[in-house]
């Protein structure tokens, strides 16, 4: 008998996609730019909540933000960017996490009340034996009253050792990415309008209690008899083109603002993009009936696809994800935002 696989498992979809995932993990994408280094804590970021529940190891390569009874933790970038590529290794919380979120995101909120911009990555805890979730979310403009959710599951666990999330935000398009796969791909267009940011940002990474939402839309609490919760980052890039908060004026142009326009999907990465939204993702605004009657006008749905989606926008089998209120705490003096 031979050591080749059967036949009869390649034509099993399951099969396919775990073997996919499997050789894509041994020969990972490289990363969207070249050449892009990693800070230290000093060199780009700031600490803006959380007194001592926030911890710099390796020289500040590495930083450490805790929940307890008493306060979360959080940091951001110290300058503003107009574009860029973000990124940070992150490992979550283990054991019983239900209704730690914490958010690694882009926003505006400090400089632009009222219309504001943000992208967001935002992993959703749970109770003991059950899987953390990734969020991911865009607003423009102040649009938070019409958001662009797209829930996940993971396929590995990220509480076992650190993985990359990034973010690269351009003029044209924003990607967002684990282990240098894109998952999710936004493409500036006519129906969009202003929903898609366009302004400066900082970047932002926190982890607070999210007790009314975050899990099974708030049946589960945090509880802080298994505090603190911690959560690692390591690996941390801000390469974007710096803002001068004053007047706005961008330190960078020319070839250097260019080159993140440059940036495209190719084949074997949108194959893998494809592969992880049919089979990982369990909530999409662009299905969800019960909040948009019509579909924003940036949806672009086939018809099979509306075969795997409730109403609800949860996809069959997903009843768990119900819950979609988008809460983020900044700083002690923003601790709670409007939510939708």
Known sequence: MGSSLPLFLFLNPLFLFFFFFFFSSCNAFASPLESVRALSFEEGYTQIFGDNNLRLLRDGRSVRIALDENTGAGFASQDLYLHGFFSASIKLPSDYAAGVVVAFYMSNGDTYERTHDELDFEFLGNVRGKEWRLQTNVYGNGSTKVGREERYDFWFDPTEDFHQYSILWTHNRIIFYIDNTPIREVVRSEAMGGAFPSKPMSLYATIWDGSSWATLGGRYKVNYKYSPFVAEFADLVLHGCPVNPLDHSLACEGPESAQFN???????????????????????????????????????????????????????????????????????????????
């Open 262 to 340: 440059s940036v495209m999907i190719s084949a074997d990465q949108r194959a893998a993009m494809e592969a992880f939204r049919r089979n990982h993702m369990s909530y999409s605004y662009c299905h969800d009936r019960e909040r948009y009657p019509s579909p924003l006008p940036d949806c672009s749905l086939d018809e099979e696809s509306t075969h795997f989606f409730g109403r609800d926008g949860l996809k069959f089998g997903d009843r768990r994800h119900r819950g979609r209120r988008n809460r983020k705490q900044r700083s002690p003096a923003s601790r709670s935002d409007a939510s939708i």
